[in-house]
């Protein structure tokens, strides 16, 4: 009898005193407030806000003054079955949690960031990610990877060769290594074109890139 929520109260609060900023907001934001038990445990939460941004993005939420609980049981919400736990871990160490949700429906990136407001309120913040992400995974590939061709750059190489000649020295083998030289690629460059060129050496790429018993 004692799992009730402290009311709404506090949305007409926060409507008055936030919600033009929160509205104003690109990210999708809500709040929660915690509903205890006699002894003060967390039970559950209840909804008491969301920005105008929060319902024209997310297609499942609970209503304002709805319980999370209800939700989970009816499967209408996929949430983490230790978000109470994640709950209290905020309120009592004041740091926020944040993870980021690879959607697989909408091949999207978001990060979700859940912050302490006060002893009983949380603010939650989703942010789409997915351009960041697209740049972190260019960056990585192309860190060890030569954009012309596709082949691993000169920096993968030698990472490669001083990883070979380890194994070799620890294993009392060998292998082998060999260059491969293009003739007359300058006088294509010169006389056919720099665009030529490339073209002959993305076809050389090509052909070496299927002998995968060699590493290229």
């Given amino acids: 009898e004692n799992n ?51 319902t024209q993005k997310t297609k499942k939420y609970v209503p304002i003054g709805g319980l999370y609980s209800k939700y989970i049981e009816n499967k209408t919400l996929q949430i983490a079955p230790d978000y109470l736990d994640t709950t209290t871990r905020i309120l009592n160490s004041g740091t926020p949690f944040t993870q980021n949700i690879f959607n697989t429906s909408s091949r999207t990136w978001i990060n979700f960031t859940l912050k302490k407001l006060d002893q009983d309120h949380l603010l939650g913040i989703i942010k789409d990610i997915t351009s960041q992400k697209v740049q972190e995974s260019f960056v990585d590939y192309f860190k060890d990877t030569d954009m012309l ?38 006088f294509i460059n010169d006389f056919s074109g720099h665009a030529d060129g490339d073209t002959i050496l993305k076809k050389c790429a090509s052909i070496l890139i299927k002998d995968e018993s060699n590493t290229v």
């Fill in 4 to 54: 009730i929520p402290k009311g709404l109260g506090l949305i007409n609060k926060f409507e008055e005193e936030y919600k033009d900023i929160l509205d104003a907001l690109t990210d999708p934001v809500f709040v929660v407030e915690t509903v205890r038990n006699g002894a003060g445990g967390i039970v559950d939460l209840q909804v008491i806000f969301y920005n105008k941004v929060y």
């Fill in 149 to 186: 061709t596709g082949l691993p750059n000169r920096s993968t190489f030698y990472k490669s060769l001083n990883a070979s000649i380890e194994t070799a020295s620890q294993e009392k083998t060998t292998f082998g290594l060999y260059i491969i030289d293009i003739d007359d690629m300058k």
